[in-house]
């Protein structure tokens, strides 16, 4: 398991940081779509804050 892991660090690294961002942006979109758990942290987390939801969703474009 370790040795996987390390493999694939070791290929993240060699990556532009520009692909390593697009590939953030997306699992983070797929999370939120598929994970009804984390979109109401989320919207919660920010009411806490003081945002509203399209605050909230507007911020990861």
Not at 31 to 41: E, K, W
Request: avoid cysteine; charged fraction near 10%.
């Amino acid at each position: 398991m370790t040795l996987l892991i390390h493999g694939l660090f070791r290929v993240l690294s060699w990556m532009p940081l520009s692909v390593l961002h697009a590939m953030g942006w997306l699992l983070g979109w797929v999370s939120f779509a598929l994970s009804g758990r984390y979109r109401r942290r989320l919207f919660a987390h920010a009411a806490l804050a003081g945002y509203p939801r399209q605050v909230a969703l507007a911020h990861g474009r």
